[in-house]
């Protein structure tokens, strides 16, 4: 039953991320917003990149928390979740940018499938992420723990110059 569930939601997904138009050079970030100082690192690393990056979005999850405090960016908290741990279709309407990203970038303490299946959903040319759940989501696996998230992104850094997107 769970399966189906999730085949059937992913499906959602699929008609709504069918709609958007991708932008070059833009960035989708999905991270653990759950201390204060992880957005600091996720906004400051965007900071530095903004002639790199012409359009950048932030995404915060807090998959524990019932009522996630209002920010400057949207969150995804344990009300968006469904009982089998996806995210809902109207959560994911309430917080999807109004483009399609060319790089997807998923920094998290601890992985979830929600997150690895939101991420597979989105129709990104290259996604970055940490040791997930669902590694054939993501184009790019680090192989970092996700502790450090400031030698995660110096990794990116020395990554991005690398890749050319077609």
Not at 137 to 143: E, F, P, Q, T, V
Request: hydrophobic share 45%; charged share 20%.
């Amino acid at each position: 039953m769970k399966n189906y569930l999730r085949k059937k939601t992913i499906a959602k997904f699929n008609t709504i991320f069918s709609k958007g138009q991708l932008l070059p050079n833009s960035i989708l970030v999905l991270f653990d917003s759950t201390s204060p100082e992880n957005a600091k690192i996720v906004t400051n690393w965007l900071r530095k990149h903004r002639d790199i990056f012409s359009n950048t979005r932030i995404i915060g999850v807090e998959a524990k928390n019932p009522e996630p405090k209002a920010t400057i960016f949207p969150i995804i908290g344990k009300k968006d979740l469904t009982w089998y741990n996806m995210i809902k279709p109207d959560a994911v309407l309430r917080v999807m940018p109004n483009f399609l990203p060319d790089y997807l970038l998923v920094l998290h303490k601890k992985p979830t499938r929600a997150i690895d299946a939101f991420a597979q959903a989105i129709p990104a040319n290259l996604k970055i992420s940490h040791q997930p759940i669902l590694k054939a989501a993501y184009n790019i696996i680090l192989d970092q723990n996700g502790a450090d998230w400031q030698l995660l992104l110096n990794e990116i850094d020395v990554l991005m110059p690398k890749v050319a997107l077609i």
